[in-house]
């Protein structure tokens, strides 16, 4: 078990660029999250994958920013025409089948200037 | 989903025991609840999950009562590596799909 990789771990953007980042589950694990947090607060929901479905989608989650899962294993996320406000932590997560708990990657800090 | 209420800060002295207590008046049948610790720049953690009564595992316990409208994570000798923010979170068997976490409870550790 090496854990939910995330990469970058930094990113640093200017406004208006676009950004992708990768996600790399723990490799049994069919179910992976991504969520995004800003200073202060907890992780919030973004979108949710079981294999390579996209199940559920917050409103949070604009149409600048688009998810895929090929083939069930890595993630990537992308956000498109960045914005300041866009500048925060992007937090993967996987996780098994029934109420196994979330395994979170380490993150990728998104800065947008 | 059930909403989950926690105290926002708590400080405790190394050696001490550490209490920390979340309301979920609204949990289903079919929730489970969990908690994770999270320190800075790094993703949260999965410490112990529960349905009801206790379960304990190597860094901590957890008390569900009979009406399962609270938990109480226990945290025994905290030292100052325990400093972190910890969330709980109540969530459907079924899966975490849309799971939210709160602001969380930061835990001070003073020497």
């Known amino acids: 078990d090496t854990g939910v990789s995330q990469n970058p771990r930094h990113k640093i953007t200017k406004r208006g660029q676009n950004v992708t980042f990768r996600c790399d589950p723990i490799s049994e694990h069919n179910r992976l999250y991504w969520y995004r947090q800003t200073l202060g607060q907890g992780p919030e929901f973004l979108t949710y994958f079981q294999n390579e479905a996209q199940l559920e989608k917050s409103r949070l989650l604009s149409d600048r920013f688009s998810a895929e899962r090929p083939k069930g294993s890595f993630s990537t996320l992308e956000i498109q025409r960045t914005e300041q406000g866009d500048s925060a932590m992007y937090l993967c997560?996987?996780?098994?089948?029934?109420?196994?708990?979330?395994?979170f990657g380490n993150g990728t800090r998104l800065t947008v200037t | 989903l059930a909403k989950t209420t926690q105290p926002i800060s708590m400080d405790s002295y190394e050696g001490q025991e550490v209490n920390i207590t979340c309301s979920h008046n609204n949990i289903a049948t079919n929730d489970y609840i969990t908690w994770y610790q999270q320190f800075p720049s790094q993703g949260p953690r999965f410490i112990i999950q529960?349905?009801?009564t206790k379960v304990t595992n190597e860094v901590a316990s957890l008390f569900i009562p009979a009406d399962r409208k609270s938990s109480t994570l226990s945290l025994p000798r905290v030292s100052l590596s325990d400093t972190a923010v910890y969330y709980c979170?109540?969530?459907?068997?079924?899966?975490?799909?849309?799971?939210?976490f709160g602001i969380g409870t930061k835990l001070q550790v003073i020497p």
């Open positions: 529960g349905y009801k």
């Open positions: 997560a996987s996780s098994g089948t029934g109420n196994s708990p979330l395994h």
């Open positions: 979170l109540v969530a459907f068997s079924g899966g975490y799909q849309k799971v939210t």
